[in-house]
């Protein structure tokens, strides 16, 4: 399953960003859907997670208070809104769908780059 994402690009620290996860096989409201990141030379994050039909949502410490998950399900998409953007935030992001205890798809990544 392919996830596609859109919505990265250059900001300045303090901005806003929104990523979009959307997909055309899969109805993501039946999957949780997860976003990660990662920096060059750095491992993969974990940044957030909504959960499938609901609207419950979990997020890491780094980006608590600053991003916020949500679901269009007439749209189909999964957004994440990134506020308060910092430099250490620059990285590539990916959305993930996650269902019966698997990873169903991924998108390709969108790079985010937060200048200072």
């Known amino acids: 399953v392919q996830l596609v994402q859109s919505g990265g690009g250059l900001v300045q620290s303090g901005g806003s960003l929104r990523l979009s996860c959307t997909a055309s096989?899969?109805?993501?409201?039946?999957?949780?859907i997860l976003w990660f990141r990662q920096a060059p030379g750095k491992a993969r994050e974990g940044l957030s997670c909504?959960?499938?039909?609901?609207?419950?949502?979990v997020y890491a410490d780094s980006v608590k208070g600053r991003f916020a998950v949500s679901r269009d399900n007439a749209k189909n998409t999964v957004y994440l809104q990134m506020n308060n953007l910092k430099p250490d935030d620059t990285a590539v992001y990916y959305c993930?769908?996650?269902?019966?205890?698997?990873?169903?798809?991924w998108g390709k990544g969108t790079l985010v780059t937060v200048s200072s």
């Open positions: 909504i959960s499938a039909r609901d609207t419950s949502t």
């Open positions: 993930a769908g996650y269902y019966s205890s698997t990873y169903a798809g």
């Open positions: 096989e899969i109805t993501l409201d039946d999957y949780a």
